[in-house]
């Protein structure tokens, strides 16, 4: 008898963690298995039973024992909830991702490029090279970009001249930047510019003859 209030007391504990688990405990030469059955509705009674192997594997089952749910300490569960990740803050317009580095070359390259202009066209100027890096035509990061040399043509013309190391980046620049990685846009995709006053003639005649023309702000024509 002594086993057999052993194998109930194991019981209990069993469907104290989980409703029908199968647990085995070995005691000595005897292997204890015992298994519960739930009836339809958690309220009610439900059936176990048990099994006793000994050391030579003979088997001896109890037949089916009702217990009642009072008799169990009930334990509660609580299904755990996706939480999101906090979005990272970054340097980014349309999946464009800054580093430092790009930062500060497009910052330089905005001073140099737009002096003089309002903030508009700062931004415009800025919204040119990041326009360049999502277009599959021309380099994927804003250095690169900025320092394109191709048949010996540079595609800014203050890299060519050295004013782009000579500037001191301003405070509407910084601006200007700040804004068109938060996501500001009024260039209507443009991927050149020119200041048709400034450029050689041969230029001008390539941008009007190969380019789409967008607008004009400031002093410097938009195009596609």
Known sequence: MKIFKFVRNVLLLAAYLLTGITLILTTGDHVLEAA?????????????????????????????????????????????????????KKDKVSGIQLSKEDKKVLLRIVEAEATGEDLKGKMLVANV??????????????????FQ???????????????????????DTRKAVKKVLAGEDESEGALYFMSRNMASKKNVRWFDSELTYLFRHGTHQFFK
């Open 149 to 171: 040399h191709e048949n010996g043509v540079y595609q800014f013309s203050p890299i060519l001249d050295g004013r782009y190391y000579e500037v001191t980046i301003s405070d």
């Open 36 to 88: 519960s059955l739930p009836l339809a509705q958690s309220q009610r009674p439900f059936l176990t039973s048990f099994c006793v192997t000994d050391a030579i594997d003979r088997e001896i089952c109890s037949g089916w024992v009702e217990i009642a749910v009072e008799d169990i300490p009930v334990k509660e569960t609580v299904a755990p909830v996706a939480r999101k990740k906090p979005a990272k």
């Open 129 to 146: 090279v990041l326009n360049r890096v999502k277009n599959e035509e021309f380099p994927d990061n804003v250095t690169d970009v900025v």
